[in-house]
């Protein structure tokens, strides 16, 4: 177990020198932050003018005005978007070049995916992680989904390490110098498994401007305002994509936002079976808002802690509000619930119970493979953070847990913060 880290200054943030350094930077390196920009970027990197459809459009000029309208966002905001916007922009003309190259891939079947969802914080990503270890399962590191198709005429070095890996890697380091305590939240090394909303990217869809940007009210009002359905079926034909490359096996997927995407999930891939965690709300919020609340110091001039608390609680009640309206939309007989606390207690039962309803035999080899993952990776590997949700947010457990309680009714989870 590492050391137990406490951060001290959230609400009076002093800033390290290579956070300063990154700020300073962009002050002095302005984006133009638009969409035509960011575009016109992709297409000089990749050498392809083909997007697609152009709805897409329309929802990326949403990501961005919800940034560049706001006078409180930094300069290193608007970079870090613009830079990310192109890296997605870039992966959809690839990914439009290879299905246009080989359409062929639209033929392949996506069959069965055990699919992950829960709120952050919940122990997803330790599961996710873990089912992926058996190698019978198909998974996505995060090299991969950093850039999903290889650029062409690029092939491993002599050293046989895929440059995509190589270009993660470097980015890892990076992530880790503007944020001390992001391993022990949540690693994103390179053969770390991601979340598949990573794809959705590539099409400008899903919750993730909402936890980049630490909040994102504009572009959160726009995408519940609209059916998310067409954005499963784009991450169907990515996942059709990867397969191609890299071999067809049963996929394992994991994302938050499946929660309250129940419908559009089960329309797109109606054999999967889903995996929904549970956790102490408490424990919750004050975890990822702390972790978001950190991230806000480089975002904001002029951070405000106590909102990206109330931003955070409330999304994890619009999340829960919208699984358990949707639960019946997922056949019992394909479902397991999994509670943090039983979870934590005896991970490899937790992990046969998903075989079982998986319909899928826990090998002796699974259980070696799996367990080789647990023991590289035991839990707190990277420190383990210290809340204070008294003194952090001036709120007591009692009162966040009241804002759950027709989810406590419905989940009656154990109570892991006094």
Same mark, same amino acid.
């Given at each position: ?93 690839? /990914?439009?070049?290879?299905? +246009? &190259? ?6 392949? %079947?996506?069959?069965? @995916? *055990?699919? #992950?969802? $829960? ?10 992680? /873990?089912?992926?270890?058996? +190698? &019978? ?6 090299? %991969?989904?950093?850039? @999903? *198709?290889? #650029?062409? $005429? ?265």
């Amino acid at each position: 177990m590492g050391e137990t880290l406490r951060i001290k200054d959230l609400r009076d943030p002093v800033l390290t020198e290579a956070q300063q350094g990154f700020l300073t930077f962009a002050e002095q390196n302005p984006v133009k932050l638009t969409v035509e920009a960011v575009l016109a970027a992709a297409a000089d990197a990749t050498g392809l003018d083909d997007f697609g459809p152009e709805d897409f459009k329309e929802r990326l000029a949403v990501w961005i005005e919800e940034i560049d309208g706001d006078p409180n966002r930094t300069e290193y905001s608007r970079m870090l978007l613009f830079t990310l916007c192109v890296k997605y922009a870039s992966g959809r003309l690839r /990914m439009r070049d290879v299905l +246009t &190259r080989h359409p062929e891939i639209h033929d392949i %079947e996506i069959r069965r @995916p *055990v699919v #992950v969802t $829960g709120l952050p914080r919940t122990g997803t990503t330790n599961l996710v992680n /873990m089912l992926a270890s058996d +190698t &019978r399962f198909r998974s996505m590191p995060l090299w %991969e989904t950093d850039e @999903p *198709v290889p #650029v062409p $005429g690029e092939g491993p070095g002599i050293d046989g390490v895929d440059p995509r890996f190589k270009r993660c890697e470097q980015a890892w380091e990076i992530h880790r110098a503007t944020n001390p305590f992001l391993a022990a939240w949540h690693p994103m090394n390179p053969d770390h498994i991601d979340e598949d909303m990573a794809l959705m990217q590539l099409d400008f869809s899903s919750y993730y401007l909402e936890s980049l940007m630490q909040m994102a009210p504009k572009w959160r009002d726009y995408y519940l305002a609209h059916d998310q359905t067409p954005h499963y079926e784009w991450l169907r034909t990515a996942l059709k994509v990867l397969t191609w490359y890299r071999g067809p096996r049963q996929w394992v997927l994991k994302c938050p936002q499946h929660l309250e995407n129940l419908g559009p999930l089960m329309s797109v891939f109606p054999d999967a079976t889903v995996v929904v965690t549970h956790r102490d709300p408490v424990g919750v919020v004050q975890s990822f808002a702390t972790m978001l609340a950190f991230m806000g110091r480089m975002g904001f001039r002029e951070p405000d802690v106590d909102a990206v608390f109330e931003y955070w609680s409330e999304l994890a009640q619009r999340f829960w509000r919208a699984g358990i309206r949707d639960a019946h939309l997922v056949p019992a007989d394909r479902r397991v619930d999994v509670f943090f606390d039983a979870y934590m207690a005896d991970p490899m039962g937790t992990v046969a119970g998903v075989y079982e309803r998986a319909g899928i035999e826990f090998t002796d080899e699974a259980r070696t493979q799996i367990q080789a993952y647990v023991d590289a990776h035991p839990r707190d590997k990277h420190g383990s953070i210290a809340y204070d949700i008294r003194a952090d947010f001036g709120v007591t457990p009692e009162q966040v847990r009241e804002k759950f309680r027709f989810y406590l009714d419905v989940y009656p989870v154990k109570p892991e913060v006094m």
